[in-house]
């Protein structure tokens, strides 16, 4: 993954809730079986299952133990499937857990995209289900680095990670042109781009009023006063919550206002942590 900035996960925790999936060790799983829970986790999480998938196979080619049973790892500390370090993350469970290291590298990448939609340029409107708008977190989620800027290289990380998409599942994403960049440095927000007229879309799963959902992936869920609005509330991890409104996009996230009954609480949440229950008819 190359460096990651410790503040982008520090930022991440304190606006979606602290990281919280639960253990479970299987390093028996197939290479198969690890690309398809990454697509799982990828729409779940409210990412296009191509864009998680072909970074987890351009960082490891899906491996998180090595043929003699060590932890595939390297020289700079970034471990497992999704070549995640250990700063905000469980270091056991980043060894020993494909799962979890799936879902770290999930959160990192969600993590790099609010970064990518409050301090680099914007392309479009944002949405996260349009593929060629990943390409700014997919910059960072490599790290912050010239050689990342096409002007200064002709084979950046996102490049990397396009021509996976295109060689491995047959998904060939539009990049955008070099020339509305700066020669050299990281590019700023105030750098405002198109979507490319030739565009595709993602696979994220979105809900419906109606839907019984449950809070899933942090300990605690926001619950906001408006989507991408100031807290209200918290519920805790595993609270069953019924949709009511949405989906909402704004600031590169989908917002839903959802109620618990139980405790008759109402609020926005982002959608990248609830997970179907039941479907509304």
Not at 23 to 50: D, F, H, M, T, W
Not at 104 to 119: E, F, H, Q
Not at 191 to 204: C, M, R, Y
């Amino acid at each position: 993954m190359g460096r990651k900035i410790l503040c982008f996960s520090l930022v991440c925790a304190l606006i979606f809730g602290v990281f919280s999936v639960g253990y479970c060790q299987k390093n028996s799983l197939s290479k198969k079986e690890i690309e398809r829970i990454v697509g799982e986790v990828a729409r779940k999480r409210g990412i296009p299952s191509v864009i998680l998938k072909s970074v987890a196979k351009t960082e490891s080619s899906f491996t998180q133990f090595t043929p003699s049973g060590k932890i595939y790892a390297s020289r700079g500390g970034n471990i497992g499937i999704m070549q995640v370090r250990s700063n905000a993350y469980n270091l056991k469970k980043l060894q020993e857990d494909p799962v979890y290291n799936i879902e770290a590298g999930a959160d990192v990448l969600l993590a790099k995209w609010k970064y990518a939609n409050s301090k680099m340029p914007q392309i479009g409107n944002m949405d996260p289900n349009i593929l060629e708008h990943w390409y700014f977190a997919l910059w960072a989620y490599n790290g912050l680095l010239n050689r990342n800027n096409p002007n200064q290289s002709s084979n950046t990380y996102q490049d990397k990670i396009y021509k996976t998409a295109q060689k491995i599942y047959g998904v060939k994403i539009s990049s955008i042109d070099k020339k509305s960049l700066p020669k050299k440095g990281i590019p700023g927000k105030n750098i405002k781009l198109e979507t490319p007229a030739k565009f595709h879309e993602g696979d994220i799963i979105k809900y419906k009023i109606g839907d019984v959902v449950l809070a899933d992936g942090k300990e605690q869920l926001l619950l906001l006063n408006q989507p991408s609005g100031k807290e209200v509330g918290r519920v805790d991890d595993k609270t069953k919550l019924t949709i009511i409104e949405g989906p909402k996009l704004k600031n590169g996230f989908y917002f839903y206002k959802v109620k618990n009954k139980e405790k008759n609480k109402e609020g926005w949440i982002y959608g990248n942590w609830i997970k179907i229950v039941n479907k509304s008819s």
